[in-house]
């Protein structure tokens, strides 16, 4: 556990932190949204809404900063997202930082508590699964363990990344939520082994590796053939690489709706690996 120290940071020359906030339960029928400056509810709000509903537990649930307005009600300044689910969970009060604030004071504390916001990265999220134990956080890295690879929980500068050391959190948790662990495991094993893959950082970049591991997965006949490693070698990746960028390039110059290089990427190397290993070819 850390504790909270400064350490040798500057104290800021004046703090003018205005009055303090206090603690209470409110009923939300008291809580109100000013449209004059609070965001409004699109789709993909109340999509974000029924998440917070769907998985509701208080210990996950923020205090809602509001401010007193007239009537006797309160204005939310943060947290209309999570105030939503719980009355959708049915739930008629919820917890309430409450600080004294003008309208213009309202507003602004809108736009710095969601401006001056610290994103919490992919790694810092897997990280935190991990440890409570989120099963989908456990398949990632004990499904990168079992082929000798690790799945990271911090990123990394490019020159101080190695072979088997996997970056792309949200990729690498699509693959495998999209192909049987087993056949991820082999395909990873497969790439270790195979010299100029194994031995070769830049082809563990998410926008390569990904694409790798799900055209590798989806064709079971590669992966129990005997001769996988050897084909791997022998197989110009790069060159492959370079022509999925030219397309890309051919068109755009051409006008024509752009294709995500990643599916690009996956659909000529499951092409490749069809043509290399037709099906009922298999292990010797």
């Avoid at 001056?116 to 810092?124: A, D, G, I, Y």
Wanted: hydrophobic share 45%.
């Amino acid at each position: 556990m850390r504790p909270i120290n400064p350490g040798d940071h500057r104290r800021p020359d004046a703090v003018n932190p205005g009055p303090a906030p206090m603690l209470q339960w409110h009923k939300i029928a008291l809580l109100v949204v000013d449209d004059r400056y609070q965001r409004e509810l699109k789709p993909g709000n109340w999509k974000a809404i029924r998440r917070i509903a769907e998985n509701f537990r208080w210990s996950h649930f923020s205090p809602v900063f509001v401010a007193p307005v007239e009537g006797g009600r309160f204005a939310i300044i943060d947290g209309q997202h999570r105030t939503h689910a719980a009355a959708l969970c049915g739930f008629e009060e919820v917890p309430c930082q409450i600080v004294q604030m003008t309208l213009d004071e309202q507003a602004a504390s809108f736009a710095a508590v969601n401006g001056m916001v610290t994103k919490v990265t992919h790694w810092q999220i897997y990280k935190a699964a991990l440890a409570a134990g989120e099963s989908w956080a456990e398949a990632l890295a004990s499904t990168a363990l079992e082929a000798g690879c690790r799945v990271m929980t911090s990123n990394a500068s490019t020159w101080t990344k190695k072979p088997g050391e996997i970056y792309g959190i949200r990729s690498f948790r699509e693959v495998i939520e999209s192909r049987p662990r087993a056949a991820v495991v082999a395909a990873l094993k497969a790439l270790m082994a195979a010299e100029g893959y194994g031995d070769a950082p830049e082809l563990w970049d998410t926008n390569i590796l990904c694409p790798l591991l799900k055209a590798l997965a989806g064709s079971p006949q590669a992966l129990e053939s005997g001769d996988l490693a050897t084909e791997l070698e022998a197989f110009d990746i790069w060159g492959l690489i370079d022509a999925v960028e030219e397309e890309a390039r051919r068109r755009r110059r051409a006008g024509l709706p752009s294709m995500p290089k990643r599916d690009q990427l996956e659909t000529r190397l499951s092409a490749w690996l069809c043509r290399s290993f037709p099906s009922g070819k298999g292990a010797a």
